[in-house]
Nanobody, 127 residues
Framework: QVQVVESGGGLVQAGGSLKLSCTASEYTFKTYAMGWFRQAPGKEREGVSCIGQSSITTSYAESVKGRFTISRDNAKNTLYLEMNSLKPEDTAMYYC????????????????????WGQGTQVTVSS
């Protein structure tokens, strides 16, 4: 069983910043692409960002481009999502996921390309 654990969520004012972290088991983390997704109340889950196994490929949803940065530290088995200039519409449960393949595909991550999921960490942005 692959364990995926997110952390770093919280309450922040609009315009503020948060940095999410995610860990997964060593072999899984080093081998596959990793992604961040989010789901707001009453909405479908949407892909936010993806990073390939070697950090060469990345993708971002249009709504977060220029504000969010995905990164990974394979030595620490840790994935990050740095979120700046946060907006109330960024409020959601954020999920980390392990990819099926080593690279990201498409303009933004989609559920089908990811096979192991964490329980999520809540991000709330107040106006």
């Amino acid at each position: 069983q692959v364990q995926v654990v997110e952390s770093g969520g919280g309450l922040v004012q609009a315009g503020g910043s948060l940095k999410l972290s995610c860990t997964a088991s060593e072999y899984t983390f080093k081998t596959y692409a990793m992604g961040w997704f989010r789901q707001a109340p009453g909405k479908e889950r949407e892909g936010v960002s993806c990073i390939g196994q070697s950090s060469i490929t990345t993708s971002y949803a249009e709504s977060v481009k220029g504000r969010f940065t995905i990164s990974r530290d394979n030595a620490k088995n840790t994935l990050y999502l740095e979120m700046n200039s946060l907006k109330p519409e960024d409020t959601a449960m954020y999920y980390c996921a392990v990819g099926r393949w080593s690279v990201c595909s498409g303009p933004r991550p989609v559920d089908y390309d990811f096979i192991h999921w964490g329980q999520g960490t809540q991000v709330t942005v107040s106006s």
